[in-house]
Each structure stands twice: as structure tokens, then as C-alpha cells.
């Protein structure tokens, strides 16, 4: 048994990175150090955006330099040369860890078909058993089946153990018939394609293009571009085609089009756009350009000198990356992994000692799990804060809990939908409004009666976010509330005190908080 895994595959965008990513984070959960190996990256000038990827995640604790083994010139200039740095760079960082999870090459230099060779050799140097990556995107079940024996054969012909096969970007109504197609003799599951994580960013998009911001705001331009469009055509045409996460190309002098988007784009009933580029050079004159600045527009306006055919090209050729800029992307990768690679299987392969210390990771993904498997139903009502949006979306994106966010609808779905998030999924309830608003008002009533509440100051109360929250646990239309990112302890306590009120035997209240340590999580409470 090994205290590594080598991951690797036969041909690029395969979304080894995913697959990375998801094997980073369930170890993580297991052991308190876990390493990261690229043995060749693409270039020493360059940064490798994988060993980037992974090195994001609160798992692990290196370097960049410590990552990196050699680049494709050295393996091309001395291949015995660059193996044997190889397996003294990688023994560096074997020896700080407790498990290394090492990610071969992704064939983005001038791929031979002495790659997957050299693959293998690099992996039984390194005394790492494989998982094989292939891909499923494009290929019937056969096809995947064909592609993973000779993966496979190559993988024995150098020696190298395989541990098991992921068919990854796999057509999801296909899951099932290439997985049966891969057979029993080794461990094997299929993730399916998911198309966020092959979009690009508006920032991708563009850097791709040789733009630069004009106008709007910098922080959006992580969001994903799941379209583009070139808008020539008149405004009543294009607003027809306009989707959700588009960005739309035009040329830089059509201010009607250009004012045409930027008022559907703050419309009620119109799709969020992701950005917009003016291509040609041109940008609007002064008084248009001041009506844009007066609008208040945060969606990103790039400018390129590019013409239109050439700026439409460049971006329907731009692919994306799982980067650890996108946390959408990230989530819905670890979503992925955690949904279709059983992971205890997978630990079973490696050689990885359970420790008697609990790390914060460690402490929150045994949280996660054990909401997972009782799901409940939880109102957030502090939707304002992008911060709660974040933490929806990536509970959603897991599968952790069913969601009700308090707040205008409206607002939190276009604010959502700006940063790049999915919470699709979550309830979005106004507590001024509705049916709902009315009912809690005159159960507080009741409640409150012996304090002569009326009706009309009970409105007033539990249209505050806290008030309306309480209320849902207390009528069971929520398993439980989670406040206090924009509001004070007492705040959020005060109405649970009114409306739920203590056990009969219950004396003192208090809060608690966790103090994550390296080794240990303690809490604290302050009675």
C-alpha cells in the first residue's frame, strides 16, 4: 500500500482537474497533511493552474515551488535527466506529508505517444499506484471501454499499478451503460458532464481578447459565460436571444444596442448577462458614456481593438478552467466527485493512517455529512449579504440542506445570479409581503397578548428578518435559523425567547462558538 496516488489519463480534457480536486478534498477529511505533486508543468515561466487549483484548498500547506517537479522543455531535453529530479522533488514533499496526491501530465505541449509511457514510469518511480482518468465526452461505452485497455495495458507494460478507473465528462443518461461497459476487475465510476465547469470567465474572455475593463465592476468578472452572442443585428432582435450568463459582442460605436442591454440587463423579466464587449476599437462618445457611468451599472463592459468576426472567434474558443477563482465551479466539482466516486472505496486503495487528531477540515466535513444524511430544512434570513449567498449556493451545490432565504426575491436572485452563484434551488421569501407575513402577525398576537400586542404593531415586528425566521421554526415551516452574520446575538435571540421561549427546566441561555485549532476544535460558551 502506497501514501500517494498518481492520476493520470491517455489524452487531454479529460477534467483530471476535478477529479483532483474531489480526491484533495476527501482526504483531507481523513488525515491532517495531504501533498500535492505536478511532476511536469507546463512551464517554468508560467504558473500551472491545476497545482494552483489544488493548493487553494484549506487542506494543504505548500508552496507553489514545492509543488512542481519539472517542466516539458527539461523532459524534452533529458528525459532520464528530468525523471530523476522528479523523484527527488516529489520525495520533499512526501516527507511533510501524510498522503500525496500527485497529478500527471495534461497534454498541453506537443503530446507523443511516449506520454502515457513516461506517465507510467513517473509513477512507479514514485511508488504510486494510478487512477485512470478517460473520457467519455464524444464516445459511446464501447468507445470508453476501448480507450481504457489501452490505458491499461500500457499502464502494466511499465509496471505501474492501476487502483481504478473514473470515466469522466460522461453524457449523464449514459452513466450507467459505461460504467457496466468497464466492467468488474477494477474499481470504476462515471461523473457526469456538467457544462459550468467547461465555461469560461467574462475575465478569460477578456484576457483571450487582449480587452480591457471600460466600465462596471471588476468583481464580476469571475463570473462564468455559459453564452456568446454577437449582437449586429437591431436591439428589438437581440433582446429575443439574450440568455442568462451571455456576454454579448458588438461593435464599439452601436450606443443603441449598447444602452439596449444595459437597460434589459436591470430589467425585471429579462436574463442576467455576464458582461458585454465592444469590439473595433471604439467606444461610446462623452455624453453617451456619461449616461452609462450615471446608470450605475455594475455588468462589465470590456473594449478590444479586435473586429467582430475575429473578437467572436477568439471567444467561442476560449475554454474554461475549474480555477480556484470560481467558487461555483469548485462546488459543483466537489459535487460531482462526492455524488459518483465512492470514496471509501477509494481510501481502501491508498495507504492512509487515520489520526487521532481532528482538524478544522476534518471537523466540518463530519458536520456536512451528518447534515447530509439527515437533511433538514433551514431559513437564512440574512439574504442581503453576499457572504450568506456564497455559503446557500455551496450548501445547495452539496446536497447539505434544503434552503429558504428571507429578502426581496427579486433583488437576492439577480444578486445571486451577478456573483456567479446557483441557489436555484432555495425558497426566496419576502417577510413584508404575503400571505405568510399576515399569518405570523396574528400568531404573534396570540403569542404576545398578555403584553397587549395588537395586530397592527405584530405586522411591524415580524416583518423584521429575525422575527419571521423564528416564526417559521416555531409554526415547523423550517427545521431551524442561522443568523448573525449582519446582526448581533441579541438580536437574533431576543425573538426565539418571545415566541419559543426556554424549556421549563432551562435557567440559563447561552451561545457557544468554536475555536478551530490545528489539532482540535473546542467550543466555548459564554454563559
Not at 478569460?204 to 471588476?218: I, K, P, S, W
Not at 454579448?248 to 425585471?268: E, F, K, Q, V, Y
Not at 476599437?281 to 449616461?291: E, H, Q
Amino acid at each position: 500500500m502506497a501514501r500517494s496516488i498518481y492520476i493520470t489519463s491517455a489524452e487531454g480534457d479529460t477534467g483530471k482537474s476535478t477529479i483532483a480536486l474531489g480526491l484533495v478534498d476527501l482526504l483531507s477529511r481523513t488525515v491532517t497533511r495531504v501533498g500535492v505533486f505536478r511532476p511536469v508543468a507546463r512551464s517554468t515561466d508560467q504558473r500551472d493552474y491545476v497545482v494552483d487549483l489544488l493548493l487553494s484548498h484549506d487542506g494543504v500547506d505548500l508552496t507553489y515551488e514545492q509543488c512542481v517537479g519539472v517542466s516539458y522543455e527539461e523532459v524534452h531535453s533529458d528525459p532520464e535527466a528530468a525523471l530523476s529530479r522528479i523523484v527527488s522533488r516529489y520525495h520533499e514533499v512526501e516527507r511533510q506529508c501524510d498522503v500525496v496526491v500527485i497529478v500527471g501530465t495534461d497534454y498541453t505541449d506537443v503530446a507523443g505517444p511516449t506520454e502515457l509511457a513516461f506517465n507510467a514510469r513517473i509513477a512507479v518511480n514514485l511508488g504510486a499506484p494510478v487512477l485512470l482518468v478517460v473520457r467519455g465526452a464524444g464516445r459511446r461505452a464501447d468507445e470508453v471501454r476501448g480507450m481504457a485497455e489501452v490505458c491499461l495495458a500500457e499502464m502494466r507494460a511499465q509496471h505501474a499499478e492501476v487502483i481504478g478507473i473514473v470515466a469522466n465528462r460522461c453524457v449523464p443518461h449514459q452513466l450507467l451503460t459505461i460504467r457496466n461497459a468497464l466492467g468488474t476487475e477494477l474499481p470504476a465510476w462515471t461523473v457526469p458532464e456538467d457544462q459550468l465547469l467547461n465555461a469560461p470567465t467574462v475575465r478569460a474572455l477578456m484576457e483571450a481578447v487582449g480587452g480591457r475593463l471600460a466600465a462596471g465592476d471588476d468583481e464580476l468578472l469571475s463570473r462564468e459565460a455559459t453564452d456568446v452572442l454577437v449582437g449586429a443585428m437591431s436591439i428589438e432582435h437581440l433582446l429575443e436571444k439574450l440568455t442568462d450568463g451571455a456576454v454579448i459582442i458588438t461593435p464599439g460605436d452601436r450606443s443603441d444596442i449598447l444602452l439596449g442591454l444595459l437597460m434589459a440587463n436591470a430589467a425585471d423579466g429579462f436574463p442576467s448577462l455576464a458582461g458585454i464587449i465592444l469590439n473595433g476599437g471604439f467606444y461610446p462618445p462623452t455624453p453617451v458614456a456619461r449616461l452609462i457611468n450615471g446608470l450605475g451599472s455594475r455588468l462589465p463592459i470590456i473594449r478590444t481593438d479586435l473586429g467582430t468576426v475575429r473578437t467572436a472567434s477568439v471567444s467561442a474558443s476560449t475554454r474554461g478552467r475549474l480555477s480556484a477563482d470560481s467558487q461555483r465551479k469548485v462546488d459543483t466539482a466537489l459535487a460531482l466527485f462526492e455524488k459518483h466516486v465512492d470514496g471509501e472505496r477509494l481510501l481502501a486503495q491508498i495507504d492512509v493512517a487515520r489520526p487521532s487528531v481532528v482538524t478544522p477540515l476534518m471537523f466540518e466535513w463530519e458536520l456536512l455529512a451528518r447534515a447530509r444524511a439527515d437533511r433538514k430544512h433551514i431559513v437564512l434570513p440574512e439574504g442581503s449579504d453576499d457572504r450568506i449567498l456564497r455559503a446557500a449556493s455551496t450548501l445547495l451545490q452539496r446536497e447539505v440542506a434544503n434552503l429558504t432565504i428571507l429578502g426581496n426575491e427579486t433583488q437576492i436572485r439577480a444578486r445571486a445570479t451577478e456573483l456567479g452563484l446557483d441557489i436555484s434551488a432555495a425558497a426566496v421569501v419576502d417577510p413584508k409581503d404575503g400571505e405568510l407575513h399576515e399569518r405570523f402577525a396574528h400568531v404573534y398576537t396570540d403569542l404576545r397578548k398578555h403584553k397587549g400586542m395588537t395586530v397592527d404593531r405584530a405586522r411591524e415586528i415580524v416583518g423584521s428578518v429575525s422575527y419571521f425566521g423564528t416564526m417559521m421554526v416555531q409554526l415547523g415551516l423550517a427545521d431551524g435559523m442561522v443568523s448573525g452574520a449582519m446582526h448581533t446575538t441579541a438580536h437574533t435571540i431576543k425573538p426565539a425567547f418571545e415566541i419559543i421561549k426556554t424549556k421549563p427546566d432551562a435557567g440559563i441561555v447561552s451561545s457557544v462558538f468554536l475555536m478551530c485549532l490545528e489539532d482540535r476544535v473546542l467550543v466555548y460558551g459564554d454563559c
